[in-house]
């Protein structure tokens, strides 16, 4: 998620306030799933979930916090490669 994000985020942004909406707009379109994702439950699991999958060890949880749910882990992880994050 990390910077390949932050670039499509600050572009969608730059895009927005240089008056180019259509792209802006097929922008966070395009991310919406990814976005909604991460809030999919209680921060900040599903983020740390998102960079593990990613391939960066960013570790465990501290309680009363656990892990995601099978299912809504598939979904994030479904969300990512639809949108390029995984290959």
Known sequence: VGS??????SQ???DYLEGRTDDARRAQIELLD???DLFIEVNPVP???AMN???MDVGGYRLPL?????AHRETLR???AAA????
């Open 34 to 36: 990814v976005i909604n």
């Open 78 to 80: 479904s969300s990512l």
């Open 47 to 49: 983020v740390k979930e």
């Open 66 to 70: 656990t892990h995601m749910t099978e």
């Open 84 to 87: 390029g994050f995984l290959k």
């Open 4 to 9: 390949e994000m932050c670039i499509r985020d």
């Open 53 to 55: 999958l990613l391939g």
């Open 12 to 14: 969608m942004v730059f």
